[in-house]
């Protein structure tokens, strides 16, 4: 029969606890019956029950994407993980269109998206969870934390960049047109070619999605108009890298033919041939302020601000340069 301390108690004439206290190495024992209590345990040769020690709670955030492969989310998923390891707190990262509540063991959830459905958005307030989203969207509460960056400035800097170098006819691709970013992004522009009293022609503006195919395919149509534009302003560097190739295959030379502007700075802009004069944002500054905000709200702390905008950079490159003589056209 194994020895429990109840038996060695009742042999020594203490409580339970007072043998737990001895095993436990509490000094408050008399030493005349702690040495008792300490011969009765070695008579009966007692093994204490090792129990595992409790697991720390790890606490989980929800990181939800609508585009889990693109080069914006992999720099904004650095900066969360990276913020996330500092804080001791895990990372569960989900399709926006096939995300779940998974119960409310949470403890929030970051919305990186240029579109939530109805449905989606109804799923998010339902979750009873702090929600911060990067970059403003349809939003599933007026309440909800946005983080972003400066969208709007980036661009002007960008166009007013275009016309310093003597672009006067600037077409803009924008990314869709329910994008918040984009929309930002595209009244940046416009502001900057108001400012410099130039009109734009309808055809010089058109949106799609964030991606290479939205270039090419818009590009190629810019670039088949009677006066096609000397210069392009790409509202994110997956577009851009797509105007490039545009130019490419109708045998155009970047920048000598056409000059390529683009957002984001991931690590299309680098990469790209040439390489992409484009606004910076820090995605993983972004990403990390984002996650640190998220915490902040699951904590109680309320933000001074409901939506924060971080600062953007224009990045200057080879994609750029004066426009030739010969395609120098009224606007």
């Known amino acids: 029969m194994r020895t429990t301390l109840a038996m060695v108690a009742a042999e020594v004439g203490v409580s339970k606890a007072t043998v737990s206290k001895v095993l436990n190495g509490r000094p408050d024992v008399g030493a005349d019956t702690r040495v008792r209590v300490e011969r009765a345990l070695a008579n009966h040769g ?3 029950v090792r129990r595992a020690p409790k697991r720390k709670r790890v606490r989980t ?3 939800v994407c609508d585009d889990l492969l693109s080069p914006y989310t992999s720099e904004l998923m650095r900066g969360i993980v990276s913020a996330a ?6 990372v569960v990262v989900a399709a926006l269109e096939s995300w779940r509540r998974r119960g409310s063991g949470g403890a929030g959830i970051l919305v990186a998206a240029c579109e939530v459905s109805e449905k989606q958005a109804k799923a998010l307030d339902r979750a009873g969870q702090p929600v911060v989203a990067i970059d403003a969207l349809k939003l599933p509460s007026a309440e909800v934390v946005t983080v972003g960056s400066t969208n709007a400035t980036g661009a002007i800097e960008a166009t007013e960049y275009l016309l310093r170098l003597g672009h006067e006819r600037i077409g803009f691709v924008g990314g869709p047109e329910t994008s918040s970013c984009g929309q930002a992004r595209m ?3 416009l502001a900057a070619m108001s400012q410099a009293g130039l009109r734009v022609a309808p055809e010089l503006v058109s949106h799609g999605t964030f991606v290479t195919a939205t270039g090419v395919s818009e590009g190629r149509r810019l670039l088949a108009l009677e006066q096609p534009p000397t210069a392009v302003f790409a509202a994110n560097d997956a577009i851009a890298v797509g105007v490039i190739e545009a130019a490419r295959l109708r045998g155009l030379a970047v920048p000598a033919d056409l000059s390529v502007v683009g957002f984001d ?5 680098e990469s790209s041939t040439p390489p992409l004069t484009t ?3 820090s995605l993983q500054d972004l990403g990390a302020y984002a996650l640190k905000t998220l915490l902040s709200l699951g904590d109680g702390v309320t933000p001074g601000l409901r939506h924060v905008e971080l600062a953007t950079e224009l990045v200057i490159r080879s994609s750029t340069g004066a426009p030739a003589p010969s395609n120098c056209r009224e606007q």
């Open 265 to 269: 700075d991931t690590v299309l802009a």
């Open 279 to 281: 606004v910076r944002q």
């Open 187 to 189: 009244h940046g522009y």
């Open 85 to 90: 390891t500092e804080a001791e707190v895990d």
């Open 46 to 48: 007692y093994v204490p």
């Open 61 to 63: 955030v929800s990181l």
